[in-house]
């Protein structure tokens, strides 16, 4: 391998490694947002949290996907 070849192995690497730390805190902003909004506008079930979480998890995997195709075609 040369040195441009390295450098690209490593910057995948390191993309690949940021996935799941993106991950995390999309999904704990969204959360503390549903915490906020519950606090703020008080229900029986905690729906706002409940549904924001769901929501983070889908932008967080829409996420992910954009970022792998972009690894991918960079290959």
């Given at each position: ?39 703020k506008y008080p229900n029986k ?21 954009r970022q792998l195709k972009e ?5």
């Amino acid at each position: 391998m040369d040195n441009q070849q390295k450098k690209k192995q490593a910057n995948k690497w390191l993309q690949l490694i940021n996935i799941p730390i993106q991950m995390g805190i999309i999904i704990f902003l969204f959360a503390a947002l549903g915490d906020w909004l519950d606090e703020k506008y008080p229900n029986k079930n905690d729906w706002y949290v409940k549904i924001l979480v769901i929501f983070g998890v889908a932008v967080a995997f829409y996420n992910i996907n954009r970022q792998l195709k972009e690894i991918n075609k960079n290959e």
